[in-house]
């Protein structure tokens, strides 16, 4: 799905995995669930693209809906593959960066138990770390911006030249526009809350989530 030229949305894949498409190649923001990867590579076929235009894949935290084709598409692309100091270490010991503990006793929460150790990703080292500030050449810059709370190294990329925030798990959307990351699943609330006026300062126009809709005019609708 064509979000704005040269950026579009993989269909079908949780969670949401970003393709961004520069002169020199294609950047993916996230790799979905394990077994993502099959989806992924055939929509960058019905785009004309090959898995070898693939350079850059960068994971804004190491969720298991995030990083779990992670593997495989980097064997696939060759691609450079990015995450922060904290997500990278996680990611190259397979598991999350904080336990995930959704709250109550519920239905969803037992399942949620009795299946986590039945859901891991592949331990994966990946190339370079990234930081506050750094930027990669995609969409014409996409800036580094960190954005702790959802997990401790979670990271948010800006691009300033078409106002586009790719928040990660920091900020869920939905039809209404944005939501805090949700509580079972928040590393750290005050932070997660700092970090959602961090990006509401940006001045994005269009933010892309992990989950849910791309949300378009997005001054207003930030959960501050
Ligand atoms: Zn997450």
Redesign the pocket.
Known sequence: MEIIDNLYLVPGVVANTYVLVDEDGLTLIDAGLPGSQKKILAYLASLGKTEKDVKRIVLT?S?L??VGGLAPLAAATGARTYASQIEADAIAAGKASREANPPGFSLRRMLFILLAPFFKAKPFQVDEILAEGQTLPALGGLRVVETPG??PGHISLFAPAGGVLFC??SMVANENGLRSSRPG?TWDKAQAGESVRKQADLGARIVCS?HGPVVVDAAGKFPL
Do not use: I, P
């Open positions: 935290h969720d809906d995030h959802h997990t990660g798990d699943v992990g």
